[in-house]
């Protein structure tokens, strides 16, 4: 038929490289979601009668759970909703406006979903690479900013995200490695309407096979993003681990502390080798390389079972295990080492 | 915002009656999804790895598990997607198409979902309340028709169908209620290209709390709807649940046929006491009442603790436990009774 000629046309598959070995592609917690807390959940929370129901999303309790995170006296349960990942909150918001804005590098599946939805969107790439750069936006725009970016990394100031708000644009400012910066603009809230923090449960917590993302933003904005999206959008099993997720913060917290060392030792290590790298905030670091480097690098790690993820200006490395890091280390060291000593003889 | 007023007008929340002790408002399960696979599940099919990652949806067990109980040679795993939910699908769906055209009485969500996107849609009633009318479709348009038929449970008949399919328009038939029927359209899916079969594992197998719906279609359709929908749509663990359901297949079995029986029971008694009813082939029946005698009788019902589903022209009642159903008889019996008795003085 050719209504799906004009949906093949513009849509397009999100691609993810091959799972393998050790895979360090997609930003994934290298820890594994606590087995006390799903021993927990089945042996003491799970309610059985609750499969078989169309369970409330939210529900209550989760809510509760994430506004006592939050610790903002400011908000209440009409400030939050969930979504089934942070992606569907990203999807359903594209639905609500008139254009779709971000500035590459940024999380792909930005593009992905204008696309796959048919919405009209502007992309222009961050100044320098890492600045907002100055864009005509207004009411009925909405731009999407992940902060720490992605694939970068590095933090935006509240000054650039401010003059997005000034000028009327809509901004979902994206928080997904909010607990590996420890840098959150969820204060900006008191002062403008025109902006959804979104958070996840994929990355710090180990739930990204879950799939439970939330927002926090005005009251106006939540209330339509609940008519919009599915209304059982969230399972009931993945909203009771992201409550015992929370309920055990301190399991997580750390965890997240070691990823945030493991990050800064492998920044100075890579920069000791003389890589140029981002100030990745992330659970992850961004090598930049030329292309020929970076395909001699892809290639020694896929020779180790290792994938990473491939952007045109580099690559971007997930914070894995201790073991992971050091062959990633060890294979970018051993290049540049190699390399110099090429340059001698 | 001005732009929330847009989404505020045009959308409106999915409302539900109040849950109450017996529920019989949303075609339910009345039995609990099978501890004993449940137990399976934690002790020895879950794989904690695969919760921290962005697990594959659909991922190939599922995928070969439906092919396996649709049982038809003429498919293979480019015909079959999953959902969030039936819901998903069709949600999803509305987006492929210029325009969307369903026949009240219908499943609500058709409208609640068209209004939330935004899509342009026709709605035409059914024609004496059972018959799909003569419609002006065409390639461009989806119709969504349920079958067995969501509120009223009656069958519609291929030709129907197919006259919607020889227009060129896309036909999403929903059999969401096929356990309870065993009549399927799915062979229609060799001669048309124009047809998606949806189903879901929220009715006959207990798991609405979970959201699995999946989608049987030609490899294009599957091809652009996999490309429109949010990639990892379905949790690791609703697809553990979905993929063991299947496999346990005997258990939901006895449960469906011990559901039919009770449905023509119901459907027998309230025919004797007199009430105009739909012939259903769901796990719920339709009872057809004035609005002076439904209030009564969702006030009877209400002061029991039962809700059931309130239509301009009647009551939907899902086939509950046997207690729950002996109360409905004993209210809509009762009352009927009492009416004569008051006849005759």
Chains 1, 2 share one sequence.
């Not at 409330?56 to 990942?85: C, H, M, Q, T, W």
Request: hydrophobic share 40%; aromatic share 12%; proline share 3%.
């Amino acid at each position: 038929m050719r209504i799906f000629e004009s949906v093949l046309n513009r849509a397009f598959p999100y691609e993810t490289e091959k799972r393998t070995e050790r895979y360090l592609a997609l930003n994934e917690n290298p820890f594994d979601f606590p087995k006390e807390i799903i021993d927990r959940a089945f042996v003491k929370e799970l309610e059985l009668s609750n499969l078989k129901i169309y369970y409330d999303s939210p529900d209550e309790s989760l809510i509760e759970r994430i506004l006592d995170y939050l610790g903002a006296v400011f908000l209440d349960r009409k400030n939050v909703s969930i979504g089934n990942g942070a992606d569907e909150i990203i999807y359903v918001t594209m639905l609500m406006f008139k254009r779709v804005v971000f500035f590459p590098p940024t999380y792909s599946c930005y593009k992905v979903f204008a696309k796959a939805l048919g919405v009209e969107f502007l992309e222009l790439p961050l100044e320098d690479g890492v600045y907002i750069p100055d864009v005509d936006v207004k009411e009925g725009d909405v731009v999407f900013v992940p902060n720490p970016n992605n694939p970068t990394g590095h933090l935006f100031g509240s000054d650039e995200i401010e003059k997005l708000l000034r000028k009327g644009a809509f901004v979902a400012l994206d928080e997904a490695y909010y607990e590996f910066s420890k840098v959150t603009y969820l204060e900006l809230l008191n002062r403008y309407d025109n902006l959804a923090i979104i958070r996840t449960f994929s990355k710090a917590f180990s739930l990204a096979g879950q799939r439970v993302g939330y927002v926090v933003s005005s009251a106006s904005f939540v209330d339509a993003y609940n008519r919009v999206r599915l209304p059982f959008n969230v399972s009931y099993i993945s909203q009771l681990l992201a409550r015992l997720a929370l309920e055990n913060y301190q399991i997580f917290e750390e965890r997240i502390n070691w990823i945030m060392n493991e990050r800064e030792r492998m920044k100075e290590n890579l920069r000791s080798f003389g890589y140029r790298i981002s100030d990745s905030r992330g659970n992850f670091v961004f090598v930049y390389l030329d292309a020929n480097e970076k395909n001699v690098i892809l290639q020694r790690l896929s020779d180790k079972g290792i994938a990473v993820r491939n952007f045109k200006d580099g690559i971007r490395i997930s914070i894995g295990l201790r073991e992971e890091n050091e062959i990633i280390l060890n294979v970018l060291g051993g290049l540049r080492e190699s390399n110099k000593l090429e340059g001698l003889t």
